[in-house]
């Protein structure tokens, strides 16, 4: 039996040789890691570019008769991004279901390593890459208060206990609304306490210059990749390496 990160024991069997993610930066770990491996991933898994698997819908809505279908010997998915309904139908069905929770930088490694473990994978090349590239980045001279968007119409936030926070905070911005009881709670832009920066991603919303930055007047915004901001997997190392730029303004 394999533990995940949930606590909870999966039955993974002796050799896996078919992986469906239903999560996008966990579909981007296994390929990178072991090209073949997949056999499904949701219509939003983007990374690798030349993915050429099944697809089966969402990370909210997978169609679960399609993944059993897939025969797979491990789905891996995520706390945050996927529906307790959906896993337990899985595992109802038989699958095998190995859950992820990321919430920290450091924690990401660790977790990734435990995933890919259960995959039958080796430790690969690129999650050390993507460790030493975050050990090097220097520790930042001074903090900025920020609001990081994620959706308008309603408007909603990045809030408490999240991966995405945590990346910004190792980068010397802290998120204004960290103290909300929700991970992703709604706000009002003219309602917000003080800020230095206003941090808009390109995913799940996609903020431009002509979208976003005019509902925080008088504060700068920094446009930036919502894969590097929210994604965890070989695009750690890019991150370390682009966000500080992106961030400066």
């Known amino acids: ?37 997949l056999v499904g991933a949701t219509d939003w898994c983007t990374h690798p570019a030349d993915l050429d698997v099944p697809r089966i819908r969402g990370t909210k809505n997978p169609d679960v008769d399609a993944i059993v279908a897939l025969r797979p ?19 109802a069905a038989g699958v095998a279901v190995y859950v992820t929770d990321i919430r920290t930088l450091d924690g990401a490694f660790g977790s990734l390593d435990r995933m890919l473990a259960a995959c039958g994978l080796a430790r690969p090349g690129w999650l050390d890459d993507a460790e030493k590239a975050w050990s090097a980045v220097p520790e930042p001279a001074e903090r900025r208060r920020a609001v990081i968007p994620i959706w308008r119409k309603p408007w909603m936030a990045v809030g408490s206990d999240t991966f995405t ?25 003219a309602g917000l306490p003080p800020v230095d920066l206003a941090v808009l991603p390109d995913e799940p919303y996609l903020f431009t210059a ?40």
Do not use: C, H, K
């Open 1 to 37: 039996m394999t533990v995940d990160d949930e606590g909870r024991s999966v039955p993974v069997p002796t050799e896996v040789r078919r992986v469906v993610s239903i999560v996008p930066s966990l579909t981007e770990a296994v390929a990178a890691t072991a090209p073949g491996l």
């Open 73 to 91: 010997d491990l789905v891996v998915a995520n706390q945050e991004e996927n529906r307790v309904g959906d896993l337990d139908a899985l595992r």
């Open 165 to 189: 926070g945590a990346v910004l905070a190792r980068l010397g911005v802290d998120n204004v609304l960290d103290a909300s009881e929700e991970r992703y709670p709604r706000f009002d832009p």
């Open 210 to 249: 002509d979208d976003g930055p005019e509902a925080f007047p008088g504060v700068p915004s920094a446009l930036v990749s919502g894969r590097l901001l929210t994604w965890y997997g070989p695009s750690l190392a890019e991150a370390a390496r682009d966000l500080p730029a992106s961030l400066a303004g």
